[in-house]
């Protein structure tokens, strides 16, 4: 019931930069924890970046001093600034969430979007 529906994603050359949005839709009455994440090798998904509800973030090693992630709590979007782009961050990026659904709830379920290409040409 709840969807989390990325956007912004495209091709773009190095050095350049783009801005990806995330927007979560449904019954939600809190989201904590908002990230985002790229697919990487060996199956696994790599840490980007992930804002607290109170604004707190943190980074991925390789792409720290480059990007920038934000939150609108009222809007409930997440969103990703990219700059200084180069062909290795070339992936698809996911969004991923912890969201309350309910007042009552006493938990939270960790939600994913369905991702958005990134590629940078050289």
């Known amino acids: 019931q709840v969807h989390l529906v990325e956007s912004g994603g495209g091709l773009v050359q190095a050095g350049g930069s783009l801005r990806l949005s995330c927007a979560a839709s449904?019954?939600?009455?809190?989201?904590?924890?908002m990230g985002w994440f790229r697919q990487g090798l060996g199956g696994q998904r790599d840490l980007v970046a992930t804002?607290?509800?109170?604004?707190?973030?943190i980074y991925g090693a390789s792409v720290k001093g480059r990007f920038t992630i934000s939150r609108d709590n009222n809007k409930k979007t997440v969103d990703l600034q990219m700059n200084g782009l180069t062909p290795e961050d070339s992936d698809v990026y996911y969004c991923?969430?912890?969201?309350?659904?309910?007042?009552?709830?006493?938990?939270?379920?960790?939600?994913w979007g369905r991702g958005t290409q990134v590629t940078v040409s050289s």
């Open positions: 991923n969430e912890d969201v309350r659904r309910r007042i009552g709830d006493t938990y939270f379920d960790n939600l």
């Open positions: 804002i607290t509800k109170e604004g707190a973030a």
């Open positions: 449904g019954t939600i009455a809190t989201i904590y924890t």
